[in-house]
């Protein structure tokens, strides 16, 4: 059973800085392809990075250049670095691991972006 725990959320102002990590209970994110999604209140589930199994990113448009997603096979552990922060990026972020049978999902950090 895959367990993934978040941490890292928090209350930022417009402009600032936050890193999301995301720890896996084994050596999985190498094994599949695993990203970022976010939800905000009253809106769908959306998705914000992904990183393959190879090790190809990807950023949703509205985090592009901004948000950088990344990993630490060693530490089982996968990243959110987020950069000039909007009040629109205000969400719970969710970590995700695309396994072969199911999707596994963390329980989620709250992200606030707010003067």
């Known amino acids: 059973q895959v367990q993934l725990v978040e941490s890292g959320g928090g209350l930022v102002q417009p402009g600032g800085s936050l890193r999301l990590s995301c720890a896996a209970s084994?050596?999985?994110?190498?094994?599949?392809?695993t990203g970022w999604y976010r939800q905000a209140p009253g809106e769908q589930r959306e998705l914000v990075a992904v990183i393959l199994r190879g090790g190809r990113t990807n950023c949703a448009d509205a985090v592009k250049g901004r948000f950088t997603i990344s990993r630490d096979n060693a530490k089982n552990t996968m990243y959110l670095q987020m950069n000039s922060l909007k009040p629109e990026d205000t969400a719970v972020y969710y970590c995700?691991?695309?396994?072969?049978?199911?999707?596994?999902w963390g329980q989620g950090t709250q992200v606030t972006v707010s003067s």
């Open positions: 084994g050596s999985i994110f190498s094994l599949y392809d």
């Open positions: 995700n691991v695309k396994g072969t049978l199911r999707d596994y």
